[in-house]
């Protein structure tokens, strides 16, 4: 599902796309099937040709849980902040030459997405977040014992991710390390 900038009024536009309206319906098939998603999201130019784009998207995942192998429905409650930027030349082997829909940039700088002529494909970002959302060690939910609520074996205390705070579209940085290392 494709947007068109041009046509986003000076003042921002907001948009809601969920199963019923259908907009990502096909996009998103390969990863959910026909669980129920909803996006919403906000569109605003910050110049004539950079716009800043927040929103969410809310939906689950079918994952296997790392204890014990059954499938269950990942929650996924993305929330992402991008900017959208012309599509750069990219010299080969630049520190831009990935920067694709995703950023490679630095963690603590913004992510940003580049779209080409006018149109960013908003359906193909969506795509991507929702495919980084669920951790690498999914585990079904914990029940009142803190064990796990469909194998019963017991989690407490130990690290799964289940609880923390979704990654949302942030991709690990190999290099995010090395900023804290003072040279002096
Ligand atoms: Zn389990």
């Not at 004539?48 to 296997?64: A, M, V, Y």
């Amino acid at each position: 599902m494709k947007i068109n900038l041009m046509e986003i009024p000076e003042e921002g536009r907001s948009y809601h796309w969920d199963t019923q309206s259908g907009e990502l319906n096909q996009i998103l098939n390969d990863l959910i099937g026909k669980t129920p998603h909803e996006a919403e999201f906000f569109i605003k130019p910050l110049n004539s040709r950079d716009f800043e784009l927040t929103g969410t998207i809310k939906t689950k995942l079918p994952e296997t849980c790392a204890r014990c192998g059954i499938e269950f429905p990942f929650p996924v409650n993305s929330k992402y902040r991008e900017f959208l930027i012309p599509k750069q030349d990219h010299p080969r082997g630049s520190k831009y030459s990935k920067v694709n829909h995703i950023s490679d940039l630095p963690e603590d700088g913004p992510d940003v997405s580049e779209y080409d002529g006018h149109i960013f494909d908003m359906g193909e970002f969506l795509h991507e977040v929702v495919a980084l959302a669920a951790p690498f060690n999914a585990a079904g939910p914990e029940d009142e014992n803190g064990d796990c609520s469909i194998c019963k074996i017991p989690v407490k205390g130990q690290s799964f991710s289940y609880d923390e705070e979704m990654p949302g579209v942030k991709p690990t940085n190999p290099f995010g390390v090395l900023k804290n290392i003072k040279i002096n």
